[in-house]
């Protein structure tokens, strides 16, 4: 069996533009961003691109045309060998007449009730109902699937989805928390023999969505909201919360069935909404690193109680012992560690796609798992066999060798063989330098794991401020991950219960005694957010995590995404040619060829 998930409409950002004036720093992407497409073969994840990679517009929500493509031809099919569509949404018509009763009975003026109702009814009709979907599938690729073969899944089920089947079809309980699906911004539930309950007391309305108000304070702050949340959770580390905190002091209440609310509920098509509350409870906004940390630490520590909270409901009422937390909640990761020790779950996954990135693989998954053609020993097969994140497009040395022409003159080539790769870059990064590292197949997830990288020696106290300011010219406070082997994290970071942390979803106190030996990697706070290696999982990049060890006793290197602010992370050779020669990057490695600029003296 063969199905195609795939997220992403051609009109939403747009349709957000006019309606809502949702562009610049108020362009909240509500639903459609991070565009994707993914392809299951009998059970199997054989494809996986998000559409940004390709048409190189970070966070599109544009239908995903091109991952669309590049999907059916790794494949080696058509859409005619197709035999489930399957949409991360569920925009039935009661969803819609929810959403419009909903409205019809809140606070608002009658004329703001019919300005927003009309938005509603007209984004129904024009972007996200399934007959919208399928008409919106049919202009883009030319293909009308069968409505026999289509599979229209609720939002927060893909993400549910996404999240067991990454992590090996086990049976789990699970907690879902993003900005909104549908109606909702967050559930809890189980997945047993692939089959979800949804705990439907847990579930909490978009008004009182933690991820929205979140972004909403992320914009505040002047950052992009859903989109720059991880620069809240830096800024947080500079300082502790206030005490009290008037966010979980004033704002928020929990309540006893494991739900919580807002004092004031969230106008979820205004982002504004609350900035006056925040000003009342922190005073005019500064444009200060300590007016804006000490923001962001209170919002951090309100989402850190809000989850917690839903997680010690939901350790109540289920007997399982591993536990799934997806949505883009869950890639806060200074928030998964304290849940997870904080809880008696015996483990807890975060998955390289638990964002918006993933729910093509959740949606597809789901329509599979759901069929009733999947046999039990279908679900066993696919079970046995471990899901990575390499799932975009690689290029071999005839396409990197076709890209190096177009830069002749402007760039110099050694050839290396697959040893002299590992032991040539762990010798440059024994000095002060920058390398783009490129290799296999492209990452899936907003993460950079080791396929299309920027690696620098963690030793060097001011390698941070070189990164960040020389290649990825982006704010000085932001923090950078250390690439660590998975057998030696324990010794070097205090992970509690964690063994292994392979997606940066969790976030580690250094121990004292390495503080000094990798600054570059570790936060103004004493943490650092890790990448856990292994030679199954990436064999080469750990054999140069080895050497380099081997070379230098630091026993971490710096890993952050390739790109520059603004720019999706780089996918082909040209891209990462391109990125290489517009930033202070000193080596680029692409497969085994090892780059270096025309004016650089020594490669």
């Known amino acids: 069996m063969i199905v195609?998930?795939?997220?992403?409409?051609?009109?939403?950002?747009?349709?957000?533009?006019?309606?809502?004036?949702?562009?610049?720093?108020?362009?909240?992407?509500?639903?459609?961003?991070?565009?994707?497409?993914?392809?299951?073969?009998?059970?199997?994840?054989?494809?996986?691109?998000?559409?940004?990679?390709?048409?190189?517009?970070?966070?599109?929500?544009?239908?995903?045309?091109?991952?669309?493509?590049?999907?059916?031809?790794?494949?080696?099919?058509?859409?005619?060998?197709?035999?489930?569509?399957?949409?991360?949404?569920?925009?039935?018509?009661?969803?819609?007449?929810?959403?419009?009763?909903?409205?019809?009975?809140?606070?608002?003026?009658?004329?703001?009730?019919?300005?927003?109702?009309?938005?509603?009814?007209?984004?129904?009709?024009?972007?996200?109902?399934?007959?919208?979907i399928l008409a919106d599938f049919e202009t883009r690729t030319g293909h009308r699937p069968d409505p026999a073969k289509v599979r229209f899944v609720p939002h927060h089920l893909a993400h549910a989805t996404t999240g067991y089947y990454l992590a090996g079809m086990k049976d789990s309980a699970f907690l879902v928390s993003d900005g909104r699906a549908e109606r909702f911004s967050t559930l809890t539930g189980e997945i047993r023999d692939g089959r979800i309950t949804v705990f439907e007391d847990t579930v909490t309305g978009a008004e009182y969505s933690i991820g929205t108000l979140f972004s909403a304070i992320t914009r505040f702050l002047g950052f992009v909201p859903n989109n720059d949340e991880y620069k809240v959770?830096?800024?947080?580390?500079?300082?502790?919360?206030?005490?009290?905190?008037?966010?979980?002091?004033?704002?928020?209440?929990?309540h006893d069935d494991g739900r919580y609310t807002f004092a004031k509920p969230l106008q979820t098509d205004n982002l504004h909404s609350h900035d006056a509350l925040f000003e009342e409870y922190f005073g005019p906004f500064e444009d200060t690193l300590e007016y804006k940390a000490r923001v962001a630490a209170a919002a951090q520590q309100m989402l850190n109680v809000a989850t917690a909270h839903q997680v010690s409901h939901l350790e109540k009422r289920t007997d399982l012992d591993r536990l799934l937390f997806e949505g883009g909640v869950a890639l806060n990761c200074l928030n998964n560690t304290p849940m997870f020790e904080g809880s008696r779950f015996e483990d807890m996954q975060v998955s390289f796609g638990a964002s918006d990135t993933g729910i093509t693989i959740g949606a597809a998954a789901h329509a599979w798992l759901n069929h009733a053609d999947t046999a039990p020993a279908d679900v066993l097969a696919a079970a046995a066999e471990p899901v990575g994140p390499y799932l975009g497009p690689a290029y071999d040395d005839a396409a990197i060798e076709e890209a190096l022409e177009g830069f002749t003159g402007r760039v110099r080539v050694s050839r290396l063989d697959d040893d002299e790769v590992v032991e040539h870059?762990?010798?440059?990064?024994?000095?002060?330098?920058?390398?783009?590292?490129?290799?296999?197949?492209?990452?899936?997830?907003?993460?950079?794991?080791?396929?299309?990288?920027?690696?620098?020696?963690?030793?060097f106290g001011d390698i941070k401020d070189i990164i960040n300011t020389r290649v990825k010219h982006r704010e000085p406070f932001r923090p950078f991950a250390p690439l660590v082997l998975e057998e030696q994290a324990p010794e070097i970071f205090d992970m509690g219960r964690k063994t292994s942390s392979p997606y940066m979803t969790f976030v580690f106190p250094v121990r004292d005694e390495y503080k000094d030996r990798i600054p570059g990697a570790v936060h103004v706070d004493g943490t650092s957010r890790i990448q856990t290696l292994t030679d199954e999982g990436t064999p080469r990049l750990t054999a140069l995590l080895r050497k380099f060890i081997e070379l230098t006793d630091t026993p971490c290197l710096i890993n952050t995404s390739f790109n520059v602010a603004g720019e999706p992370i780089?996918?082909?050779?040209?891209?990462?040619?391109?990125?290489?020669?517009?930033?202070?990057?000193?080596?680029?490695?692409?497969?085994?060829?090892?780059?270096?600029?025309t004016d650089r003296v020594n490669a």
């Open 4 to 132: 195609l998930g795939c997220n992403g409409f051609s009109r939403v950002s747009e349709f957000f533009s006019e309606r809502l004036g949702a562009t610049g720093i108020n362009k909240h992407y509500l639903l459609g961003h991070d565009a994707a497409a993914a392809l299951l073969v009998d059970g199997r994840l054989v494809a996986a691109v998000e559409e940004e990679r390709l048409n190189r517009e970070k966070k599109t929500t544009d239908f995903p045309t091109h991952a669309i493509d590049w999907c059916l031809k790794e494949a080696g099919i058509t859409f005619d060998d197709v035999d489930l569509f399957a949409f991360p949404w569920n925009w039935s018509t009661r969803v819609r007449d929810e959403i419009l009763d909903g409205i019809g009975t809140s606070p608002l003026t009658e004329e703001a009730k019919a300005a927003l109702s009309g938005n509603i009814a007209d984004l129904f009709d024009q972007i996200v109902s399934p007959e919208a």
């Open 233 to 254: 959770m830096g800024l947080a580390g500079y300082t502790t919360p206030p005490s009290p905190n008037p966010f979980v002091e004033r704002l928020l209440t929990l």
């Open 570 to 597: 780089v996918c082909t050779p040209t891209d990462a040619l391109n990125c290489f020669l517009g930033t202070e990057i000193d080596y680029l490695v692409l497969g085994n060829h090892l780059v270096a600029k």
């Open 425 to 459: 870059v762990a010798k440059l990064l024994t000095e002060k330098v920058v390398i783009g590292w490129f290799e296999g197949r492209v990452e899936h997830g907003p993460r950079a794991l080791g396929h299309r990288s920027i690696l620098a020696n963690p030793g």
